[in-house]
């Protein structure tokens, strides 16, 4: 039996995530394609849902829990008169209805829907309450009260394509469910709606121009798969950045603060910052206050 090798890619690869498997289901095809276990995604895309899903390989897997909200970008379809069990029409129905609003009236209630908005996490979620991921619980025939979430629509754009089905374009926040957001608009509209497709065209910087299929890399050879991740540093590219001397550099990699009145900057505390030595990202630093005075803790190292 062959020992698996060491992490041989390291960096950000954009998945064009086809439709009818988990997100889960794409991590354990590429653990087989790189022959390497640290891999993991953000971002977790529903089995029906196709399009963007940033992948992390090696030492990257490491920024998982430092990365920003992002936004995203979304086109969905809705169809009206009719709601189920999971929002989506992979679920059981529970009603139907024939009395489909105007055209006026369904542009005039999605648009109602952009801005700063509260919305109920779907008992078919990954979210945890107390300990327990609510699709399990969901599946036990259970349903237990959820806390609504703050969420930003930034623009929804609605599309009649047929008679029941409408093409939704959503810019929002980490976070939203456009099922939900389908629910609730059939709701409002008091027909009833669920979600029939769902693409996510963007997520934060990136979008389906960089995105690759599992199909496509199954089909590289290793060397080819092997160019396709992008930098590590590309997940932080709206942070500022700081190129330090090989002494600061140094002291970084050991984990000291780095003071500020001797690197001769100016950050604000609380600033997150990238850490650079010789043209090369090595760590992020937060920017807090000691006895000795402001300074740059390195709070996660990319390079040993």
């Not at 020992?3 to 439709?19: E, F, Q, Y």
């Not at 977790?44 to 940033?54: F, I, Y």
């Not at 999605?110 to 609510?134: E, N, W």
């Not at 780095?258 to 090595?282: A, N, S």
Request: aromatic share 6%.
């Amino acid at each position: 039996m062959s020992k698996r090798k060491p992490a041989s890619a390291t960096g950000v690869l954009i998945i064009n995530k086809h439709a009818g498997v988990t997100s889960h289901n794409i991590v354990s095809a590429l653990r087989k394609l790189y022959d390497m276990s640290q891999v993991g995604h953000t971002g977790t895309l529903d089995p029906m849902a196709t399009g963007v899903l940033p992948v992390l390989l090696g030492r990257a897997v490491k920024a998982s829990d430092l990365l920003v909200a992002e936004d995203k970008e979304y086109v969905a379809e809705m169809t009206l008169g009719v709601t189920t069990d999971t929002q989506d029409t992979t679920g059981e129905v529970l009603s139907e209805s024939g009395a489909i609003p105007s055209d006026d009236e369904v542009t005039r209630v999605c648009r109602s829907f952009v801005g700063d908005i509260l919305q109920t996490p779907p008992m078919y979620s990954a979210i945890k309450v107390g300990g327990k991921k609510l699709y399990d619980i969901a599946r036990a025939g259970e349903t237990i009260e959820r806390e609504p979430r703050k969420i930003t629509i930034r623009s929804l754009d609605a599309e009649k394509i047929s008679d029941r089905v409408w093409r939704l374009r959503v810019e929002c926040s980490k976070g939203t469910y456009i099922r939900t957001l389908c629910a609730d608009i059939g709701d409002a509209l008091g027909c009833g709606a669920a979600m029939s497709a769902l693409c996510r065209t963007k997520s934060g910087p990136f979008d389906l121009s960089c995105a690759h299929t599992i199909e496509e890399i199954s089909e590289m050879t290793f060397a080819q798969r092997l160019s396709l991740p992008m930098p590590t540093e590309s997940l932080f590219e709206d942070l500022p950045a700081l190129d330090i001397s090989d002494f600061f550099a140094k002291l970084a990699k050991s984990g000291a603060e780095l003071y500020q009145k001797k690197l001769g900057t100016f950050f604000e505390e609380g600033t997150t910052v990238r850490l650079r030595h010789r043209g090369v990202f090595i760590a992020l630093g937060k920017v807090r206050d000691f006895d000795g005075g402001s300074a740059i803790k390195p709070v996660k190292l990319f390079v040993l």
